[in-house]
T-cell receptor, first 112, second 115 residues
């Protein structure tokens, strides 16, 4: 699986958009980009995933560059409850197994 | 609430002992995954089961074992416990093992403390 690079920490003002970058320059054509977050010591929570196209759901938007070497997770209106560690994971789904390999993530702090 | 349940929530035991962690996946999910999160190693994948069969293995120690039962619940057995086994242990489940992307739903975790 391709390696990802994320900034260790970021701050965002409450109500503003939080843009979390992820670099995955060695991604291959069949690898998906997943985003999960972990609030304090709770179980990680799935946010969104994508392959080539930009994706949006009720939680966030995922922007993937045309060359797929980087992506950005956007939380449109950050709230205090969005303070968490955000993990960008690149994963190829192999036959029978799609376990996740978590890196160190970005610790997002939403400031009132 | 992800729909994945784990018991117990907390477990305190002594070195050399054996413990069993239990996980019930979301209704309908056939795959179960176990992850370990320690302060120095982060979140690490241990093992995956699909419909009762082992499907993938990560950094799982030989002292650890797991199984998935016919009712799809899973147990993670940790034996000859060491201080370094103190960690949060998460179980996750998903509907499909592969063939397409799919999110995993994580349980609340079991916090194991080895004294």
């Amino acid at each position: 699986d391709a390696k990802t690079t994320q900034p260790p920490s970021m701050d965002c003002a409450e109500g503003r958009a939080a843009n979390l970058p992820c670099n995955h320059s060695t991604i291959s054509g069949n690898e998906y980009v997943y985003w999960y977050r972990q609030i304090h010591s709770q179980g990680p929570q799935y946010i969104i995933h994508g392959l080539k196209n930009n994706e949006t759901n009720e939680m966030a938007s995922l922007i993937i560059t045309e060359d797929r070497k980087s992506s950005t997770l956007i939380l449109p209106h950050a709230t205090l409850r969005d303070t968490a560690v955000y993990y960008c994971i690149v994963r190829v789904t192999r036959a029978g197994a799609n376990n996740l390999f978590f890196g160190t993530g970005t610790r997002l702090t939403v400031i009132p | 609430d992800s729909g994945v349940t784990q018991t117990p929530k907390h477990l305190i035991t002594a070195t050399g002992q054996r413990v069993t962690l239990r996980c019930s996946p979301r209704s309908g999910d056939l795959s179960v995954y176990w992850y370990q999160q320690s302060l120095d190693q982060g979140l690490q994948f241990l093992i995956q089961y699909y419909n009762g069969e082992e499907r993938a293995k990560g950094n799982i120690l030989e002292r650890f074992s797991a199984q998935q039962f016919p009712d799809l619940h899973s147990e993670l057995n940790l034996s000859s416990l060491e201080l370094g086994d103190s960690a949060l242990y998460f179980c996750a489940s998903s509907l499909i093992p592969a063939g397409g992307p799919g999110e995993q739903f994580f349980g609340p975790g079991t916090r194991l403390t080895v004294l």
